[in-house]
């Protein structure tokens, strides 16, 4: 069974910075396009970031420039490293995965909370 554990999560001040980890087991990792998806309270979940398997990299236009998605195959995880964070960053963060020619996973690990606050 394929399990996503997303950590890294934390408060941070606006303009601080703050790396999410997400580790993935039970999947051929370096096959999987992996992405980061953002939830705040009340509002629908949505994608921000997408690594695929070459390592082509897409952003949301609400973080490109600030934020960055890279993985490590070696250790089966991805990272969404953010900065220059706003308060409308205040989210919960969730990684999923996909092939390239399928849908995201059914599967969502536990999120990550990430509040930016003064």
């Known amino acids: 069974q394929v399990q996503l554990v997303e950590s890294g999560g934390g408060l941070v001040q606006p303009g601080g910075s703050l790396r999410l980890s997400c580790a993935a087991s039970g999947t051929i990792f370096r096959l999987n396009t992996m992405g980061w998806f953002r939830q705040a309270p009340g509002k629908q979940r949505y994608l921000v970031a997408v690594?695929?398997?070459?390592?082509?990299?897409t952003y949301s236009d609400s973080v490109k420039g600030r934020f960055t998605i890279s993985r490590d195959n070696a250790n089966n995880t991805v990272y969404l490293q953010m900065n220059s964070l706003k308060a409308e960053d205040t989210a919960g963060y969730y990684c999923n995965y996909r092939l390239e020619t399928t849908a995201w996973s059914r599967y969502w690990g536990q999120g990550t909370q990430v509040t930016v606050s003064s």
């Open positions: 690594i695929t398997s070459g390592g082509t990299t």
